[in-house]
Nanobody, 116 residues
Framework: QVQLVESGGGLVQPGGSLRLSCPAS????????MGWYRQVSGNQRNMVAT??????ANYADSVKGRFTISRDNAKNVYLQMNSLKPEDTAVYYC???????????WGQGTQVTVSS
């Protein structure tokens, strides 16, 4: 089992920045890829950014050049979000893939609202 708890969401004005954090706990030794997804109410959950155990990052086209994903050896994953736009408003979910159980784990989500 892996537990994920996101933090760092909130209300920010357009053009502002936020940094999301997600520490993993439990059976973290088998975590491979980590990442962030987001979901607007009523819509599907979409990939924002992922990062492999070798630190190769992948981004959705809509956030390239504005968001940066990172991770550390303690199995924490971060998302630095700059130049935020109203269309970035969503619930952001932390995600990891656990190779021992071959299943994903999700956090409970954190709300990000971009509005003036």
């Amino acid at each position: 089992q892996v537990q994920l708890v996101e933090s760092g969401g909130g209300l920010v004005q357009p053009g502002g920045s936020l940094r999301l954090s997600c520490p993993a706990s439990g059976s973290t030794f088998s975590i491979s890829n980590m990442g962030w997804y987001r979901q607007v109410s009523g819509n599907q959950r979409n990939m924002v950014a992922t990062i492999t155990s070798g630190a190769t990052a992948n981004y959705a086209d809509s956030v390239k050049g504005r968001f940066t994903i990172s991770r550390d050896n303690a199995k924490n994953v971060y998302l630095q979000m700059n130049s935020l736009k109203p269309e970035d408003t969503a619930v952001y979910y932390c995600w990891v893939f656990h190779t021992a159980t071959r299943r994903p784990y999700w956090g409970q989500g954190t709300q990000v609202t971009v509005s003036s």
